[in-house]
């Protein structure tokens, strides 16, 4: 079966403008989380989605947000980009958590945003 | 506040040695604990996990430790191929907090020379 999409791959955007990110999960799968990658900070929490409610968010400005439809495709915003912004962002899908179960993700490739 | 550590940024190993990547955390809550690999241009791959109800788990080249009292995993992969040259990134979870949330160590790049 198809992974998860991720769209665009590759951006350039610049300071102030805003920026919206795609993910398609894997079919069947209704939990979607996104993080942030760069370099030396290894993969930081953006939030998580579940049934097109956000479950969990991580520590960032809300400038960040995100939402999830009913088809449990989701994006995320970064409005008024800052340099600090340029990061690889990755999309995770999972079928359902649960107590005493690991949490295995499966990651997208990534949507690698550099902001001028 | 870091939870997840990985305090080794890099590894160089030979071709037909072993790796061993290291892992610290500090909430006791985690209960799961998990390794991804991450190629350049792709998303991180899930590769093994362990429960904190043991202290090991294998699956092929890949034998995961986990060392709860002193909250320490380890990745062991032998013998290491040149093809096992990623980022690995260790990961926990606390499941009764009944969210999908995992914590990321920074990663270590492991480098196999043939």
């Known amino acids: 079966k198809a992974g998860v999409t991720q769209t665009p791959r590759y951006l350039i955007k610049t300071r102030g403008q805003q920026v919206t990110l795609s993910c398609s999960p894997i079919s069947g799968h209704r939990s979607v989380s996104w993080y942030q990658q760069t370099p030396g900070q290894g993969l930081q929490f953006l939030f998580e989605?579940?049934?097109?409610?956000?479950?969990n968010k991580g520590n960032f400005p809300g400038r960040f947000s995100g939402r999830q439809f009913s088809n449990s495709r989701s994006e995320m915003n970064v409005s008024t980009l800052e340099l600090g912004d340029s990061a690889l962002y990755l999309c995770a899908s999972s079928w359902t958590i649960g107590v005493g179960r690991a949490n295995v993700l499966t990651f997208g490739a990534g949507s690698r945003l550099t902001v001028l | 506040d870091q939870q997840v550590k990985q305090n080794s940024p890099s590894l160089s190993v030979q071709e037909g040695r072993i790796s061993i990547l290291n892992c610290d955390y500090t909430?006791?809550?985690?209960?799961?604990f998990l390794w991804y690999k991450k190629y350049p241009a792709e998303g991180p791959t899930f590769l093994i996990s362990i429960s904190s109800i043991k202290d090991k788990n294998e699956d092929g080249r890949f034998t995961v430790f986990l060392n709860k009292s002193a909250k320490h995993l380890s990745l062991h992969i032998v013998p290491s191929q040149p093809g096992d040259s990623a980022v690995y990134f260790c990961a926990a979870s606390a499941s009764s907090s009944n969210t999908g949330k995992l914590i990321f160590g920074q990663g270590t790049t492991l480098q196999v020379k043939p």
């Open positions: 989605y579940f049934s097109e409610t956000q479950r």
């Open positions: 909430n006791s809550m985690f209960d799961y």
